[in-house]
């Protein structure tokens, strides 16, 4: 599976920004696409999660409310919008490909090179 994320840009805080990441080769149903993000001197964090065939999301209590996960299976893009965006967001984002409902960065096997987020206040 090859992941190539896009959509990160320079936003005030309260702003909003929709990320995508287009993935190739195998998206089997039990696959799990998630997004993460890492700060500068930080490690990287799950954001949120959604399972390939049944559209099941799973949410970081620090973005839940504001960040929405959706897929669209005819087009392979796992897309993150991101609304009332804060300067804690700024981050690198990342998406990545797994099988479990997990927040945990062992848990995902394949990772897309990441789009930065920066959230101006």
């Known amino acids: 599976v090859q992941l190539q994320a896009s959509g990160g840009g320079l936003v005030q805080a309260g702003g909003s920004l929709r990320l995508s990441c287009a993935a190739s080769g195998r998206t089997l149903t039990s696959n799990v696409m998630g997004w993460f993000r890492q700060a500068p001197g930080k490690e990287r964090e799950f954001v949120a999660s959604i399972r390939w065939g049944s559209g099941t999301t799973f949410y970081a209590d620090s973005v839940k409310g504001r960040f929405t996960i959706s897929r669209d299976r005819a087009k392979k893009t796992v897309s993150l919008q991101m609304n009332s965006l804060k300067p804690e967001d700024t981050a690198v984002y990342y998406c990545?490909?797994?099988?479990?409902?997990?927040?945990?960065?062992?848990?995902?096997?394949?990772w897309g090179q990441g789009t930065q987020v920066t959230v101006s206040s």
């Open positions: 990545a490909v797994g099988q479990h409902m997990s927040g945990l960065t062992s848990d995902y096997r394949y």
